[in-house]
T-cell receptor, first 114, second 112 residues
């Protein structure tokens, strides 16, 4: 089966510009996660979706970050405007709605804000 | 809330030597525990997991981990390191249906 697909792999933008990341989860996985991984750190949750509903977005900086998962399949994460501190790897993961199943991660999008 | 501590941000071993990566967790209820591996410029790949049952779990690439409730630990081991094991390793804890919380990671270097 195809894994979690993310695009783009790399993105370099100037500060104050907008940027968007796209994620297509594994078919049949109802739960989708966006994590942010800063250099030398572990992933930190930004938002979790159950189907099309955002059920955990307490860590999402809502003044500049937004996300959507229309039709409960693929998802888009947007930053507007980007700041230098947003430079990180943005990871998407998906899982079935089974407790303890574990997540499948995409390859991530490495964002550099200059 | 649950948390994870990985002892040692960098571990270096000789090829053929034992690999031991340490992970301690904090959780008020029985946790689910995971180890993930991340190769450069890639996402995280599941190595192994503990949910219930046998406390010694075996994963891919010869790795295994043992859940020790009394020590709140879930250390990752491999009897003999291979050059291809060089990567970043992350321990993660989950409770119920809440999102996984990851440790800061341990970078494993393997010396020829």
């Amino acid at each position: 089966e195809a894994g979690v697909v993310q695009s783009p792999r790399y993105k370099i933008i100037e500060k104050k510009q907008p940027v968007a990341f796209w994620c297509n989860p594994i078919s049949g996985h109802n739960t989708l996660y966006w994590y942010r991984q800063n250099l030398g750190q572990g992933p930190e949750l930004l938002i979790r979706y159950e189907n099309e509903e955002a059920v955990d977005d307490s860590q999402l900086p809502k003044d500049r970050f937004s996300a959507e998962r229309l039709k409960g399949v693929d998802s888009t994460l947007k930053i507007q405007p980007a700041e230098l501190g947003d430079s990180a790897v943005y990871l998407c993961a998906s899982s079935p709605t089974v407790i303890g199943y574990g997540y499948t991660f995409g390859s991530g999008t490495r964002l550099t804000v200059v | 809330a649950q948390s994870v501590t990985q002892l040692g941000s960098h571990v270096s071993v000789s090829e053929g030597a034992l690999v031991l990566l340490r992970c301690n967790y904090s959780s008020s209820v029985p946790p689910y525990l995971f180890w993930y591996v991340q190769y450069p410029n890639q996402g995280l790949q599941l190595l192994l997991k503990y949910t219930t049952g046998a406390t010694l779990v075996k994963g891919i690439n010869g790795f295994e981990a043992e859940f020790k409730k009394s020590e709140t630990s879930f250390h990752l081991t491999k009897p003999s390191a291979h050059m291809s094991d060089a990567a970043e390793y992350f321990c993660a804890v989950g409770i119920g249906n809440t999102p996984l919380v990851f440790g800061k990671g341990t970078r494993l270097s393997v010396i020829a």
